[in-house]
């Protein structure tokens, strides 16, 4: 049902925001598209949110579970802007960690 979804999606965003790991887990497990490009809030993935959060665990596991670094918001802004732009060294560190072909820019 279309109402369950927008909920779930917003619980997937919120638990990227707050880094849960457990619910990021659980969220997909649940069938929670990793990179849901939420328009309500600039076009963000819960990859984005968690990358200005600082959450590097959480960023960790949303790459891990398939998320797309490239994805910009709706301004064009990557995980690695935000990551950079709010002075975030272990999200910028993950990130980099998980990018072996050296495309995440």
Sequence with gaps: DEARLAVDRRLFHAAAGEGDTAGLERAVRDGADVDFVNRHIGGRTALLGAC??????????????????????????TCLHGAAYQGRPAVIWALRAADSEGLIR
């Design 52 to 77: 200005l959060a600082g959450w590097d665990r959480a960023v960790t596991l949303l790459l891990r579970l398939g998320a797309d670094p490239s994805l910009g918001d709706s301004s064009g802004y």
